[in-house]
Every structure is written in structure tokens, then in C-alpha cells.
């Protein structure tokens, strides 16, 4: 398998603070690379190495086959970037910005409208082409973006938090256009710290602290995170619930999901279910009965972050 992006030792200080600290690692060509990690944890600051945007302070990466220390501005040339505050021009409408774009990227000029037409079709956006921006909503504004990003066909985009304060219906198209710009061969790089979105990833990292903490697929991420059993129950009032379990040791590690409670343990499921049910009882908080759980890419999360 072609590899699209490869970082060694790659390393970001600015002063006596490092960023970024000694990740490594492989994006294949084609894949949707996911980079989970809360705000902070170093996601912007590798993405900007990798657009040739910054130099590192040691290590390096190829990126379509060009190194980011020697040859920054070839990479430019073959890779799109939806940065979190995409600039999009309010005075210009959905399709003048894209052209735009498109004719800043370098694509030729017989060539920048009809380019511009197949991306506004490819990503929904017939309705609102003609509109000004500064009409359009945030969750539409994102699309535009990323029709920005991709008009001039790159063999990599880079997204960056790219459904940040997008609702949830808006978000699922817009992973669902993603899956459909992978499978038309380009490689996708995208950073979130949206749990449920690194599902829709081939392959992950989890980067905490500028340190990439665990790698790999959605399942191998579960398997790594947890060698004990996932119980969740539902009860009537979870943060009240959650308050009170959390600070009890000997019931395990405890999260909350809406109304239900996720709770990891190496205790047997009846011996917790007793010592839950005694503490809630207590409180008089209604609860119902522990259930085996398939753990969730947030279960991942809190588990390996807070070793």
C-alpha cells in the first residue's frame, strides 16, 4: 500500500512548551485518518507541519512525496487544508469563492468554472451557490469550505476540526461527503475531538499532551483500552448518580452518558451490581440493572488518557 504521509520523530517547541513530542507515524494513500485528542493535545500544530505551514523543531515528514523541511511549498501545491476558520470572502457568493480558491491553487482558467460547478453538484450545494456568503449558515458555510479545499483535486486533504459547531444532521452529511472523497482516491486527514466521528475513520491516533498515545482502528483501540468488561445502567438522575459513584473507589472507573452510566471494572458484574445498587439506594436515586456494553470511542478516550 502507497503511503501518503509519513512523520518520524516529528517534534514542535515554541520557547520552553512542546507541542508536538516525537510522533511518529504512516497515513496510507486513500484512507481517512482520524487525530482524536482533546483541545490542546497538539492536533493543529501537527496538521500545519504537514501543510508545510510550519517547520518542525526536529524530526520530519514526507508528505506526497515531498520532506516538509526541504520541499514546503511543493507539498502546498498537492494538498488541500480546511483550517478551523477557514476564510471564506462574506462579500463573494458560495461559487466566486470557490473559483476563487480554485484559481489560487492553480488551476487553469478554462478550467476554474466548470471545476467549480462539479464540486458545488458532488457536495450538495446547488441551492445556495448563488448566495452570498454572509446569508449562509455555518453548517453550509463548512461545505463551502471544504469545496474550497478540494477544487483543485489534491491528492491529500487536510481537515481541521471540520463539523466544529456544526448540528448533528449537518455533520453526518458532511462525514458522509468525506467517505465519498476517500473513495474517489484521496487521502484524508481529519483532526476532531468529536468522539463519535473517529468511527467513520480507516485508522486512528489518540494524542494527548503532543504524544500520540495509542494507534490504530476503531476495534484495536477498544481491545487496547480495555481488558475488562464495559457494564452501563440507566438511572433517573445520572449526574447525581455519576457524583456519587465516581467518588467510590472500589465501584470503577464511572462515565456518563446521557441518562445511562458507563462503569469499567475488573470486579464481577453482580458483586458491582450489589455495591451500585446499596450506594444509589442510599440516595434514593432509581436505577435499573448493569449491562454488558460495547465500549465507546469516549469509554477509549477517558480510559487511556487518564493512565
Known amino acids: 500500500m502507497e503511503i501518503a504521509v509519513k512523520a518520524q ?8 512548551f512542546t507541542a508536538v513530542d516525537n510522533i511518529s507515524f504512516e497515513v496510507k494513500k486513500g484512507e481517512i485518518y482520524g487525530f482524536l485528542g482533546a483541545n490542546g493535545a497538539g492536533k493543529t500544530t501537527t496538521i500545519r507541519i504537514l501543510c508545510g505551514l510550519l517547520e518542525p523543531t526536529k524530526g ?8 516538509v523541511k526541504k520541499d514546503p511549498e511543493e507539498i502546498k501545491k498537492r494538498l488541500g487544508y480546511m483550517s478551523q476558520k477557514f476564510a471564506l470572502y462574506t462579500n463573494l457568493t458560495a461559487a466566486e469563492n470557490i473559483e476563487f480558491y480554485g484559481g489560487i491553487y492553480g488551476l487553469k482558467e478554462d478550467e476554474i468554472k466548470s471545476r467549480s460547478r462539479e464540486v458545488i453538484k458532488q457536495l450538495g450545494l446547488d441551492d445556495d451557490a448563488d448566495r452570498l456568503v454572509s446569508g449562509i449558515a455555518g453548517g453550509i458555510r463548512q461545505r463551502i469550505s471544504l469545496a474550497c479545499a478540494i477544487a483543485h483535486r489534491p491528492e491529500i486533504v487536510f481537515l481541521d476540526e471540520p463539523t466544529a459547531g456544526v448540528d448533528p444532521i449537518l455533520r ?49 483501540l477498544k481491545n487496547h483500552a480495555f481488558k475488562t468488561p464495559v457494564y452501563e445502567m440507566e438511572t ?12 467510590d473507589k472500589e465501584t470503577g472507573e464511572v ?20 455495591k451500585i445498587s446499596a450506594l444509589l439506594n442510599k440516595e434514593g436515586i432509581v436505577h435499573g440493572m448493569l449491562k454488558i456494553s460495547e465500549p465507546t470511542m469516549e469509554d477509549v478516550f477517558v480510559k487511556l488518557v487518564r493512565k
Open 236 to 247: 433517573e438522575d445520572a449526574g447525581k448518580a455519576y457524583k456519587l459513584l465516581s467518588g
Open 9 to 16: 520523530n516529528l517534534t514542535k517547541t515554541f520557547g520552553t
Open 172 to 220: 453526518r452529511k458532511f462525514w458522509e461527503i468525506i467517505d465519498t472523497i476517500s473513495k474517489q482516491g484521496t487521502t484524508v486527514f481529519v483532526t476532531t475531538h468529536y468522539m463519535d466521528e473517529v468511527e467513520n475513520c480507516g485508522r486512528i491516533s489518540l494524542m494527548d499532551g503532543g504524544k500520540i498515545i495509542a494507534e490504530g482502528n476503531v476495534q484495536e
Open 255 to 274: 462515565s456518563m452518558h446521557g441518562a445511562m452510566l458507563h462503569i469499567i471494572s475488573a470486579v464481577p458484574m453482580q458483586t458491582v451490581q450489589d
Open 60 to 67: 520530519d515528514a514526507v508528505v506526497a512525496g515531498y520532506s
